[in-house]
């Protein structure tokens, strides 16, 4: 099964505004990493948040990392068309196959 | 850096055909993995390879699929015989690390179609 499940499935919002959204996973993690898909292109490496830390910055992206609840949150502030694409999730679990696995993604569209 | 390079870009055959796909990883990283993609199923780990070696094969589906590793340069997924059942995107990553939970790199995909 899936290690872990992005919410929502799908996001309509307008550009300029901000995009959350969410992971949530089973089991005790090593890290925790975003990557983002544009249509038709491979996946792109965003950001890797360790599980011992709480948040993370790059850019306009924001990552947090709540190791008690299991769950993750990214943050896309001031959003650009650009920023159009589905978004994984992907942990690193402690136990068990070592493998990256990655959620069914969060598909974001940003409205012009 | 020229990234993980991967051929075909799309590929179109029938049913009961031979499909060899090919992976180029980045020069310096020991880790290459190979993911299928689909709509039903998202991202699934095929295989890994670190160091040339494969580690863990345990997503690959059936005795149809095969993956190969002879140098640090690269790397192929056989498909034989093919079923349209393996129709996805396919794509190839690679890392630098003895984990598998390390930062990826990938490819911009196979495209399979068996019809």
């Known amino acids: 099964s899936q290690q872990g499940e992005e919410d929502p499935q799908a996001l309509s919002i307008q550009e300029g505004e901000n995009a959350t959204m969410n992971c949530s996973y089973k089991?005790?993690?090593?890290?925790l990493q975003w990557y983002r898909q544009n249509s038709g292109r491979g996946l792109v490496h965003l950001i890797l948040?360790?599980?011992?830390?709480r948040e993370k910055h790059s850019g306009r992206l924001r990552v947090t990392l709540d190791t008690s609840k299991k769950s993750s949150s990214l943050l896309i502030t001031a959003s650009r068309a650009a920023d159009t694409a589905s978004y994984f999730c992907?942990?690193?679990?402690?136990?068990?196959?070592?493998?990256?696995?990655f959620g069914q993604g969060t598909r974001l569209t940003i409205n012009p | 850096d020229a990234g993980v390079i991967q051929s075909p870009r799309h590929e179109v055959t029938e049913m009961g055909q031979e499909v060899t796909l090919r992976c180029k990883p980045i020069?310096?990283?020991?880790?290459l993995f190979w993911y299928r993609q689909t709509m039903m199923r998202g991202l699934e780990l095929l295989i890994y390879?670190?160091?040339?070696?494969?580690?863990?094969d345990s997503g690959m589906p059936e005795d149809r699929f095969s993956a190969k590793m002879p140098n640090a340069s690269f790397s192929t997924l056989k498909i034989q015989p093919s079923e349209p059942r393996d129709s996805a995107v396919y794509f190839c990553?690679?890392?630098?690390?003895?984990?598998?939970?390390?930062?990826?790199?990938f490819g911009s995909g196979t495209q399979l179609s068996v019809l």
């Open positions: 992907a942990t690193d679990a402690i136990q068990g196959a070592q493998k990256l696995v």
């Open positions: 990553a690679s890392s630098f690390g003895d984990r598998a939970g390390e930062k990826l790199f």
């Open positions: 948040i360790r599980s011992n830390e």
């Open positions: 020069s310096g990283h020991n880790s």
């Open positions: 089991t005790s993690i090593n890290n």
């Open positions: 390879f670190n160091n040339n070696v494969p580690i863990d």
